[in-house]
């Protein structure tokens, strides 16, 4: 497609979106009340009675006599808190973005129908057991009956496109396995078009050396934009841990993490409680997905970390002339009208991706989650496991996404343990981004959670995940990994605090020393030191204005601790500092491919540790230029940002009206408390992070707290929708128990769903 083609379609989308937002007028508020008699309680599809509690946030808490009907009013609280969140989620799993999005997002379709995201959806489907297809088919039933008797649609379905349809069991599939997309695939958009750089091969090596990970400056409204927010539950980074029993103030295993996922309004997960005589959990899921992925049962805690798996390979089919390929034509409807008609072609390796994203040569995708797996069966079975023995066999059966599980036992016993269906790759150094066809012999055979031997109860008295490199595997686990930060730190704080209170989990959950930072500030002051002692080059800043901006730079460096609360003049000084320098020193190339990587202040810190005459040139330009930013902007906060939006908030001009905070944060992307940002000298969001938080003490039924950045409601004006921002920001959170008198007390709005007198519509 012509750039002019390409821009003509951004206009017309644009217009579009902005229009629909305007036509919506003024959001009408709605308090705690008020949307809870919203909820479409009547006719509800249960055989016996159904108890709803709900807390003032809108958490609820069921009660229900049978797992079917336990899972008819999750899938009714879903779409009632979620709806406008499931149908867009829906629309991306099928490609179909372009009926919400216009235009713009006809490539987006074409590269998410080309990706094959719910090709397995059939066979998984088929290989379920009758138990699990009976809650599947019961959490359906739920999201269909607010779809059809829901009083009023929610506020943005109109600015979205969007209308009522009614879900499948197929739908509710296909929506989980777009939430455990590759990590990597984003990745490969960024550093594919980098192979045709003559500095290819040493950027690759320190790839390889460092790892990275999924999180990119993903700013601007293109190709690469939209499917980073299509796919934005694929993005996955996180902290957890687990403290054994005899480490712990209680006398009882602990387990705290704060899952790490794009900060958006709503929040990608939405907390629950629920019991029946198979299931008792609380703790956070996903919308669209009737199981608890991090939180608790009676007896077991468990929360997990991204290992960015190695899940899919790159086929280069480039000198295979002869590889036949089948093809199907599919139709894309567009906001607006019209439709355009797309050819998908798909090989042995995979389907044909360089045809939906054009990368130089003929590339084949094959990933893991294009053959079926019961990931629902096995995350249920997990949600009642009682035992780490039984969560082990549960989690064998995961093939996506990878997950590295910290579990907690009610006995006291904690543990680590890897969960993920791999090619059985050789140990060896990845050669290239892209494999030769030979390596689809890799495919023939994989290994599974019980090839990776679990950590069981070590000797210092805890685990500790944060996507780190873990120990080596029957095969490689994935290639790049985050940087060690976050896992040293959290480590050194529970070493130090033996015995392990409740209260210290869950201050570490906010912490934002970054230790690791202090090396690369020594490093900038040894060079801001050579800068002020020797002539810059033509253009440069004078001798005299390096000087003086150093006198106002460096004694800010030299009393920073390396901690990055929002009110950190340090920590301002230091991003400032490493931001201009980048900018200067690194070539377009570099920028690029540092911002594609979790771990660029790594690579950033041995570039600056090498011996040139440029590189104090660069410095001396930067300390001039900080130290005019410094004059305008006192704090962290000042440009480190919390900004809480809709998806439609991006929107030039119109945007703002769908942009709910816009605040001070601290945290950066390497510390505990993750908020991730760009390396930019200049007023930044943080567009990833810690957006949920849960601790617990197995001794304890009713311990369990969690909190949510901004709130568990999705509807646009509603009460419940930022109520939660103010517990996030000051470490406060909600109680979520699990004993009846602990559920009365803390949930007190009470619903009793009467038994349905008509089955449920197929």
């Not at 229009?19 to 479409?40: E, I, N």
Request: aromatic share 6%; charged share 20%.
């Amino acid at each position: 497609m012509s750039k002019i083609a390409h821009a003509l379609r951004l206009a017309r989308s644009f217009s579009m979106l902005a229009r629909a937002v305007l036509a919506a007028g003024r959001l009408r508020p709605r308090d705690r009340d008020a949307r809870l008699a919203m909820f479409p309680a009547d006719g509800l599809p249960v055989a016996r009675p159904v108890e709803i509690r709900w807390n003032d946030h809108l958490v609820p808490w069921i009660t229900a006599r049978s797992d079917r009907d336990c899972a008819v009013a999750l899938g009714a609280i879903h779409a009632h808190l979620r709806l406008t969140q499931l149908e867009v989620l829906r629309k991306v799993a099928r490609g179909r973005v372009a009926e919400m999005a216009g235009p713009a997002a006809i490539d987006v379709d074409r590269a998410l129908r080309t990706l094959g995201i719910a090709r397995a959806v059939p066979g998984i489907l088929a290989m379920q057991p009758p138990e699990t297809t009976q809650w599947l088919e019961g959490f359906v039933d739920g999201i269909n009956h607010v779809v059809d008797t829901a009083p009023e649609d929610p506020p943005d379905f109109p600015m979205l496109g969007l209308g009522r349809e009614r879900w499948t069991p197929a739908d509710v599939m296909a929506v989980g396995r777009a939430a455990v997309a590759d990590v990597n695939w984003l990745v490969w958009l960024r550093l594919v078009p980098l192979r045709r750089e003559p500095g290819w091969p040493d950027l690759w090596d320190k790839l390889l050396a460092n790892g990275t990970g999924s999180i990119a400056n993903l700013a601007g409204f293109d190709l690469e934009t939209m499917l980073a927010g299509a796919l934005g539950g694929a993005l996955k980074g996180s902290n957890a841990w687990a403290v054994h029993a005899d480490s712990s103030a209680t006398g009882s295993a602990l387990l705290a993490g704060d899952p790490h996922l794009p900060i958006s309004v709503p929040n990608i997960w939405l907390c629950a409680g629920y019991r029946s005589p198979s299931h008792h959990c609380v703790g956070f899921q996903l919308p669209g997905l009737p199981f608890t992925a991090f939180g608790r049962n009676p007896d077991l805690a468990w929360g997990g970390t991204a290992p960015h798996t190695a899940s899919s390979d790159l086929f280069d089919l480039s000198d295979l002339r002869y590889e036949p390929f089948d093809s199907r034509s599919e139709t894309i409807r567009v906001r607006g009208g019209g439709e355009e008609t797309v050819v998908i072609r798909t090989s042995r390796y995979g389907p044909i991706i360089s045809d939906a994203v054009p990368m130089g040569a003929t590339y084949a995708l094959r990933w893991v989650g294009h053959e079926p797996s019961d990931e629902l069966s096995s995350m249920l079975a997990l949600n009642r496991s009682r035992s780490f023995e039984d969560f082990r066999e549960a989690a064998d059966g995961m093939a996506v996404p990878g997950q590295n599980w910290v579990v907690a036992e009610r006995t006291g016993g904690i543990a680590k343990q890897i969960a993920a269906k791999l090619p059985r790759r050789p140990h060896a150094p990845l050669a290239d981004l892209i494999s030769r066809p030979e390596a689809a012999s890799h495919w023939e055979s994989f290994v599974t959670a019980k090839d990776f031997p679990p950590e069981r109860d070590p000797a210092r008295g805890f685990v500790v995940s944060a996507n780190d490199r873990p120990e080596d595997g029957p095969a490689p686990l994935a290639y790049f990994y985050s940087p060690v930060d976050r896992v040293e730190r959290i480590a050194s704080v529970l070493a130090e605090a033996r015995p392990v209170t409740l209260e210290t989990m869950a201050a570490l959950q906010r912490d934002v020393a970054v230790p690791g930072a202090l090396a690369l500030r020594d490093r900038m002051l040894a060079l801001a030191k050579a800068a002020g002692e020797r002539g810059n080059g033509e253009g440069g800043p004078t001798t005299r204005e390096v000087l003086s901006a150093r006198g106002e730079v460096v004694p800010l460096l030299v009393d920073w601790d390396g901690s990055y609360p929002e009110t950190s003049r340090g920590a301002l000084a230091f991003e400032l500092l490493v931001a201009h320098v980048s900018a200067d020193y690194h070539s377009q190339a570099e920028r690029a491919f540092y911002g594609a990587l979790f771990t660029a202040r790594t690579l950033i810190a041995q570039d600056l540790h090498e011996p040139r005459t440029a590189l104090v040139t660069a410095v001396a330009k930067a300390l001039v230029a900080t130290a005019k930013e410094l004059r305008r902007y006192d704090t962290w906060g000042d440009i480190h940002r919390l900004r809480l939006a809709h998806v439609l908030g991006g929107l030039p001009l119109v945007g703002r009206r769908l942009v709910f905070a816009d605040l001070p944060v601290g945290g950066t992307s390497d510390a505990v408390m993750k908020t991730a940002h760009p390396a930019v000298p200049r007023p930044h969001r943080a567009f990833y992070g810690s957006i949920a938080r849960f601790v617990c003490d197995l001794g304890a039924e009713d311990s369990a707290t969690a909190v949510l950045l901004g709130g568990q409601d999705g509807w646009l004006g509603s009460a419940a929708m930022l109520d939660q921002l103010p517990l996030w920001r000051e470490g406060r959170a909600m109680r979520l128990p699990m004993s009846e008198a602990a559920v009365e007390r803390d949930f007190p709005h009470l619903m009793t769903i009467a038994p349905c007198s008509t089955p449920p519509r197929s």
